[in-house]
């Protein structure tokens, strides 16, 4: 084999171990990317069901229920226009309050609850996540539309 074909069949076996070094590394991060969802969007059918996704809005008031297991609890999240009960089984953070902000890491099931792995409650009383302070804005600005 003469060196110039040595020389391509290297750059040829370098260029298919970088593609597939690039496959792998794609393929792992789509599985691991969760995106973010309204409360509208998921009532519209637009969030992916079994899949994980986040959603997040304002913990509806009076929709807080403790199960007796002291770990489950249910509650409503809310972006003012609609709503989506979600389940989670953990400790939830000391911040997590009715009416406050919140974003939830889940999957929606065939029943249209939510199941929650982790939740993330807002951390003074200035700050909501910016995700569910602009989905809330926009369910306002929605529901404004509506009415006039």
Known sequence: MKSRHKKLALIVV??????????????????NLVFFFSPTQVANGEAPIERAFRIGGLVEEGSIQRQSDGLSVHFVVTDTARTIPVIY???????FKEGKGVVAEGRLGGD?????????A???ENYMPPEAAHAVEQAQKAQQTVVE
């Open 112 to 120: 249209g609850v939510f199941t929650a792995t982790q939740v993330l």
């Open 122 to 124: 807002k951390h003074d």
């Open 14 to 31: 370098v260029l298919a171990g970088l593609g597939i070094a690039a496959a792998l590394v794609l393929n792992a991060f789509q599985s």
């Open 89 to 95: 089984t953990g400790i939830l953070p000391d911040l």
